[in-house]
């Protein structure tokens, strides 16, 4: 029990700056009114409160967004890379400048706590450009020949649960490399990206380099199938990154997909449990679990797993779960109904299989959005919970006996983004490291992420990487 309770410390709301009542799309450098007349809403997922309505975008809006970014690509690729990269510079500086602002329209429209969106997500952000910005000037050295020329116009699509930095792992290599593009946000997270078109604008950015279409599904799907595009980057679900796999088959276009994951985080009886118990907590409750790369199956060595189980029961019991402003919130609102009801849908699941479900005790508010972190023991490998992405604050906890027992476990599943391993012991880090198919493997630490750093899956987590040196070859005709 806590010898003290917090008080309340709650961000200020106003900070979040201007929300328009409507939006449209931001096309060659102007905010327009769509073509068509359905509007959708976004809304704040702690208390369900309507916060915009954005535009539905329509075929011939996205025929105006990929037509105005076809005629900035003549330029905007001819600039020296200096030159595209005082430009992201710029942005990179203004984000750092504007990142309270950002910070709680995120939190605001997604649901994810403040101490997130103010720590990660938003210098994560400006990193990003900040790190692009410095190729911009120097790609006949990233390794893709004397004079590595753009893809042309990238379509990109991307989801909800890290809205603004998404945005950023897709702009900011594609600017810097000489490509322009159009950018379709999540339907339920549409805020940031309408407000960093505002900060194109303030920086000046020439009109059409960057486009910002807003609408569900529909539009994602009119935008990566539009003949005059180049290119497709695409970070969601795997069920419409297959889709769109399969729309692209047969043409000349490019294609990267980051997709869904189910990542072993695996540790040994030598580990330090207490470290161990954080970077599951890390891995698993970070983000309410929204994260495509979440630690979300526990593989514990038998000997030490009731050890383990106490020790993460016991921090699970610490969480703050509630109101996304308040400074002291560590798990936040789910980010919409529909997410709810799959991660529901799995726990009962879960509990009819067999599995054996613990949460703390945390009262959830009454409007809104809200799961409890739970964690579930006596998992088999069969059991949905162990293999489908569940997208939520819950883990599921498997054991094994020997290292070559983990990583067959590790190993079976159709993902490979990420995993992670706890040991003393270097050379089984490295050993593991080898055996495991997966994007990103962390060691003694979860869930970091650093735009140097390349990120990206194996199997059915998807194709290409982004970030770092290795991110810029999707946007480069190589
Ligand atoms: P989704 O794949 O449907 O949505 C992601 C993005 O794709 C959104 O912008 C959406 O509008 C767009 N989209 C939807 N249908 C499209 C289509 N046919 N063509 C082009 N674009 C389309 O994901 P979701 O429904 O928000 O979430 C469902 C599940 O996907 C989650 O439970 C989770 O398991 C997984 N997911 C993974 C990630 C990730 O980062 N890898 C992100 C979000 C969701
Ligand atoms: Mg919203």
Redesign the pocket.
Known sequence: MALFDYAPAPESRAAAGDIASTYGHFIDGEFVESTGSEALKTVDPSTEEVLAEFAQGTEADVDRAVAAARKAFTSWSALPGAERGKYLFRIARIIQERSRELAVLESIDNGKPIKETRDVDLPLVAAHFFYYAGWADKLEFAGYGANPRPVGVAAQ??????PLL?LAWKIAPALATGNTVVL?????TPLTALRFAEICRQAGLPKGVVNIIT???????????HPEIDKVA????????R??AR?LAGTTKRLSL????KAANIVFDDAPVDQAVEGIVDGIFFNQG????AGSRLLVQESIHDDVMDALKRRMSTLRVGDPLDKNTDVGAI??A??LA??QELTAAGEAEGAERWSPSCELPSAGYWFAPTVFSNVSATHRIAR?????PVLSVLTFRTPEEAVAKANNTPYG?SAGIWTEKGSRILWMASKLRAGVVWSNTFNKFDPTSPFGGYKE??YGREGGRHGLEAYLDV
């Open positions: 699509v991307i989801p909800w649960n890290f998404m379709k946000p999540a339907e339920t609408g569900d599904g529909r539009t994602g799907a009119a935008l990566t199938a695409f970070t969601g679900s795997t069920e419409v990154g889709a769109i729309t980051e997709l869904g994951g929204h994260v495509c790369c980010n919409s529909a997410q799959r991660i489908e992405e569940i997208f939520g983004l987590s998807g």
